[in-house]
């Protein structure tokens, strides 16, 4: 997406003073922000030197706030691979990137460390939160249906805002006269607002200025109207017939107030909050007129764009901005905020899980509940933001700059096809246990539709826990359950109405082993150790016993023979005693832990049974006489 109007505290205008050498000169632009033409320099200065970390860094942050994520991708894997240290919001970077390219193994894993070393990181404690949000969005994928239209060019158009019978929206299209001024952080022109028609499928037509009165020769972007049309609130640089800057030299983004009178939009004015050191944009104006939403990196943000309100008072002044939150807001981007018509709260981020990029969520004003991703198709790898929905038609737009469209962002009809899961609050959710009711941890349980369609998957909580949204309409699912070791499992859940929570545990089978089997293999037990010359149990040894336990009691028609064998060492009678005695005393134990005397025997075999050469008359490695050394746990009835 078009950058320029999302990362507030790296919004300018970029001026350029010319450096003695190449890398001073690509210092400067980058410290302006003149990503465009600063990351063509470092890779220059990277022919000569190929081991530059600062400038894989920089390199890498270029792309990425030019929104190339996937080229981003290469320059953080070489610039977090070759540091001995890497700050952790690299790491949430190049997740990022990787996401974009739908490697979200990788993607996790970056994750994962980004959460290993911050912990306390909102981002962190929600990743860890939503395991299994690949499925979890993909099940509302039947929501919303998607379609790019024709209003858009091969520039960029984007941010779209409900206006009388039409839309307004932003681009950077060329108009095709005058200087075509470009903007050092990207090199593509400025951004002007544009009005277009709607047809009665919703696509857009005769897009043209929206107001040479609002419109300026830097930038103009995302609008939103009072809701009796006379009173319009716009994003802009700084400007008021002269470019303004802050403290450090940089131009930022300002709101501005526009009235609607018999010569157009007129009584042009910034917003008192304002200021010349931090940028507000990305405007959103309530149902009843009285709040006014907007994205800012003032201070007290909690990332790098955080959303406000400030209350509109009927005499046309403002309250003082108010943070949303963190029910709302992320360490990371949360943007583009809009409020329906039936007061729903709808914002862009990127520090909520999501797809890639930017995502949209539903949020909650006034309640406890977590942002809610609307999946696809409305996110995707790349950002997509500037959601805006007509809940009367279930009609809308979104902005993305995803793989297919026609310029570097698209704006999408957008038309929701059926209630939100979020709204039916229909679940199905249980625990996986074993026959013995034991919960299962790692089991792989699929949801299906009524045909064998699977529509997610997820594996079971250490608890044993699984859970689904279900689509609203009354269905029957199938829950199908798998583990290795395990026979497969189905169970019916019938959604019986709208809202319904349903419970449905369901139960796998351990599978039985044939007579003769040795279970300290297919139970994956260790070597049942005992101190020399002795036949108690170690603690080490009950360790591994008891997993053997566990199976015994889960399958009570399974009968075992416990067969101890020594090496050739020693006598053979001396032995064939030992091995008896370590046998009696392993059935002992497995008896004291509740299994029945009836379906245990334990017998000594010595050196009868060697497993190698090794007898009396061979030399041999201690590696080779431990081989003979052993416990063996036989199938004799099942």
């Known amino acids: 997406m078009n950058k320029l109007v999302l990362l507030f505290s790296m919004l300018s205008l970029g001026v350029l003073y010319p450096q003695r050498t190449q890398v001073k000169r690509a210092g400067k632009l980058y410290d302006r922000y003149s990503y465009d033409k600063a990351k063509g320099l470092y890779e220059n200065v990277l022919e000569k030197d190929v081991d530059s970390l600062w400038a894989y860094e920089r390199i890498g942050n270029s792309y990425y706030f030019n929104n190339d994520l996937i080229t981003a991708s290469a320059w953080y894997k070489k610039f977090i691979e070759n540091s001995k240290e890497v700050d952790a919001e690299y790491l949430f970077r190049y997740a990022q990137t990787l996401k974009a390219k739908k490697d979200y193994v990788a993607a996790d894993k970056a994750m994962a460390l980004f959460t290993e070393n911050k912990p306390e990181d909102g981002r962190a404690q929600d990743f860890l939160a939503n395991q299994n949000y690949i499925s979890d ?55 002007d607002l544009y009005g277009a028609l709607v047809n009665r499928k919703g696509g857009l037509y005769d897009a043209v200025n929206f107001s040479n009165k609002v419109n300026s020769r830097y930038h103009e972007s995302t609008c939103a109207f009072s809701p009796d049309g006379q009173t319009m609130y716009f994003t802009r640089n700084n400007y008021d017939g002269k470019l303004r800057r802050g403290s450090d030299e940089i131009v930022r983004l300002k709101l501005y107030r526009a009235t609607k009178t018999e010569k157009g939009w007129d009584d042009i004015y910034e917003l008192p909050f304002n200021s010349d050191d931090f940028s507000i944009a990305h405007p959103a104006v309530s149902p009843d007129g ?154 792989k349980i699929s949801l299906l539709d009524s045909k064998s369609n699977r529509i997610a998957e997820v594996l079971t909580s250490k608890d044993g826990w699984y859970g689904f949204d279900v689509p609203c309409e009354n269905e029957v699912f199938i829950i199908a359950g798998a583990k290795k070791d395990y026979k497969d499992a189905e169970q019916i859940a019938r959604v019986e109405a709208n809202n319904a929570v349903v419970t449905q545990d369901i139960m796998l089978a351990r599978i039985t082993f044939d007579i003769g089997t040795d279970l300290k293999k297919e139970l994956n037990m260790g070597d049942i150790y005992f101190d020399l010359g002795r036949d108690e149990i170690r603690a080490g040894a009950a360790e591994e016993l008891d997993k053997l336990v566990s199976y015994l009691l889960e399958y009570p028609s399974v009968k075992i023979e416990v067969r101890s064998h020594t090496d050739s060492r020693g006598g053979r009678n001396s032995n064939f005693r030992l091995s008896d005695r370590r046998a009696k005393s392993t059935v002992a134990y497995i008896i004291s832990r509740g299994v029945s005397p009836d379906r245990v025997t334990g017998n000594g075999y010595g050196e009868s049974q060697l497993v190698n050469r090794c007898n009396d008359l061979t030399r041999c490695s201690e590696k080779e006489h431990r081989q003979n050394r052993r416990s063996e746990f036989i199938v004799v009835a099942n």
Not at 368 to 378: D, F, K
Request: aromatic share 12%; net charge negative.
């Open 137 to 191: 969005f993909n099940l509302r994928a039947d929501r919303f249906s998607i379609k790019n239209i024709g209003v858009n060019t091969a520039a960029s158009e984007h941010g779209p805002a409900f206006y009388q019978k039409g839309i307004v929206f932003a681009s950077d299209r060329y108009k095709g006269v005058g200087t075509k001024l470009t903007h050092s952080w990207s090199g593509t022109p400025f951004l």
């Open 290 to 443: 009285t709040k006014l939403y907007f994205a800012s990196d003032m201070p007290g943000t909690l990332g790098s764009s955080d959303i406000f309100v400030a209350d509109i008072f009927s005499d046309g002044t403002y309250s003082g901005p108010r943070n949303l939150g963190p029910n709302i807001n992320t360490e990371g981007r949360d943007t583009y905020p809009f409020v329906a018509s039936d007061g729903r709260f709808y914002f862009a981020s990127n520090g909520h899980v999501g797809l890639g990029g930017l995502d949209i969520f539903l949020g909650d004003l006034e309640g406890p509940r977590e942002a809610y991703n609307l999946g696809v198709p409305v996110n995707s790898p790349q950002d997509d933001f500037g959601f805006i929905i007509n809940p009367d038609s279930k009609r809308g737009y979104l902005s993305s700059n995803r793989t297919g469209g026609r310029g570097s962002d698209d704006i999408y009809l957008v038309q929701q096809l059926r209630p939100l899961l979020i709204d039916c609050d229909g679940s199905v959710s249980g625990i996986a246990r074993d026959a013995a009711d034991r919960p299962i941890e790692g089991a």
